[in-house]
């Protein structure tokens, strides 16, 4: 049995199957773990999610922002001219695939590889239990009957740093950004939500959040996507996966469970050009 962990898809459903070729995935003893974003840009998202729902229980996928994207597409708060994207909302199984998707975890701990899969990060202040709880706080919201009245506050940069007296929509909307969107951090915590550019770009103050003094979590390892630019980094105990398929990158796994940590990529074609 293998364990694999994969940067974000983002619809690139060729790439995906070609990497679990070279890897020679076999789903009948492998797993996936897949850091979110599985949709958008790309031009297949629809496959892309078939197949990852088909999988069952042997893929663990994390909510990206793109998911929770078109989660509000669909829920008619957001439109979008994405024809991978629209695909997904026309399908005969549309709704079926919604409602697995919104329930998807923010968080995913594994202690006997003492691995934590998040799509953006963990925020700097948070313990790992802290982070579990808030993580399911959100779960519960998304797979619950009102899930639309989440959707409809979901947008939004404030507020900007955690409190522990937050309450209501601005609690969930921080818990959202913190676990999908984040990725710098002033020195006192407070998210910077608008640069995504490498480190070394970002506005003066700001640090990439695994750099922020007296991060919390430091022993089990952090897996994450969401940062194309940041590119494939180990640092520490966090591990970006994200090397940018869709934008013509690369497409990456990690053996988990090996005993040293193994990199398999395949190139991509620009699929999207950035700007």
């Not at 929770?68 to 597409?73: N, P, T, W």
């Not at 940041?230 to 990690?254: F, H, M, S, Y």
Request: aromatic share 8%.
């Amino acid at each position: 049995m293998a364990v694999y962990a994969i940067g974000d898809v983002q619809g690139c459903y060729d790439a995906l199957k070609q990497l679990l070729d070279k890897l020679e995935f076999d789903p009948a003893v492998d797993r996936l773990w897949l850091a979110g974003d599985l949709v958008n840009r790309g031009p297949d998202s629809l496959a892309t999610l078939r197949f990852i729902r088909q999988l069952g229980d042997r893929a663990i996928t994390v909510l990206g922002n793109h998911d929770l994207h078109l989660l509000a597409i669909h829920a008619d708060h957001k439109a979008t001219r994405d024809p991978g994207l629209q695909a997904v909302l026309t399908a005969p199984d549309a709704d079926e695939i919604i409602d697995w998707l919104r329930c998807r975890p923010l968080l995913h701990y594994d202690p006997a590889l003492e691995s934590i899969l998040v799509h953006a990060g963990i925020y700097p202040g948070w313990t790992l239990v802290q982070a579990q709880q808030r993580a399911q706080e959100l779960h519960d919201i998304l797979c619950s009957d009102n899930y639309l009245e989440f959707i409809h506050h979901m947008y939004g940069n404030q507020p900007d740093r955690w409190d522990n007296q937050l309450e209501g929509w601005d609690r969930l909307r921080f818990i959202c950004n913190s676990f999908t969107r984040m990725r710098y951090c002033e020195a006192d915590g407070r998210l910077d939500l608008k640069d995504n550019g490498p480190p070394g770009r970002q506005p003066p103050g700001t640090l990439p959040w695994f750099e922020v003094a007296g991060r919390k979590i430091r022993t089990q390892r952090i897996l994450f996507g969401h940062w194309s630019t940041l590119g494939l980094r180990q640092q520490e105990n966090i591990v970006a996966l994200d090397t940018g398929c869709v934008w013509g990158g690369e497409l990456t796994a990690l053996h988990i469970d090996a005993p040293a940590p193994t990199y398999t990529r395949i190139s991509c074609p620009s699929y999207k050009e950035p700007g």
